[in-house]
């Protein structure tokens, strides 16, 4: 393979990652997993399931469980504001709602760029696939050169399948 020949396949191997907030954390996921973004609204609140899960909203005729994502990962919870908004995701042949504070940016990645993540002890397998620094475009227009570090979610590492099963 020439040289020019690796540097196509490095291009192929770039992806797109939607970024978002959650509180002062910045998250990102990648694009092929993201089915559309939604304004926050209300979903409608099921009985017996975990408090992660804010309910279910209809999506074109499908039920999809709407995920309060800062209290999965055991934070504090999301307080709804004027750009707080859903993400509708696919995981696996399932979909689901992320809360999340804000969309921020697309931003397009190298695999090469992506960091492992630190390997550290948790009760749970590690919902982050890797790290990466990007520059957004807020930040190059305030001339901030430093890059802001962005964890990637692993969705399937969420374990929400059993939990989906149980909302939809």
């Known amino acids: 393979m020439s040289s020019l ?8 191997a770039d992806r797109k ?9 910045t998250f990102g996921i990648d694009m ?13 609140p ?16 499908n039920v999809v469980p709407v995920i309060g994502l800062a209290e999965r990962l ?19 042949d399932k979909q689901a709602g992320f809360l999340v504070d804000e969309v921020s940016d697309i931003v397009s990645i190298g695999d090469q ?19 990466v620094r990007v520059e957004s475009r807020t930040m190059e227009a305030r ?5 802001q570090m962005i964890l990637l979610l692993d ?3 969420l374990s929400l399948t059993r939990h989906l099963d149980l909302a939809a």
């Open 113 to 131: 760029e992506i960091q492992p993540a630190p390997d550290v002890e948790i009760g749970e397998p590690s919902v982050i696939l890797g790290l």
């Open 46 to 61: 099921l009985p017996t399931v975990p408090s992660f899960i804010k309910g279910v909203t209809n999506l074109r005729g």
């Open 74 to 92: 055991g934070w504090e919870p999301s307080k709804i504001h004027a750009r707080s908004c859903v993400l509708v995701v696919s995981i696996g």
């Open 17 to 25: 990652i939607v970024t978002f907030s959650l509180g002062h954390q």
């Open 143 to 147: 001339g901030d050169d430093a890059g």
């Open 32 to 44: 092929h997993s993201l089915i559309e973004i939604r304004e926050w609204e209300e979903p409608t």
């Open 155 to 157: 969705l399937d590492g």
């Open 5 to 12: 020949d690796h540097g196509t396949a490095n291009k192929q």
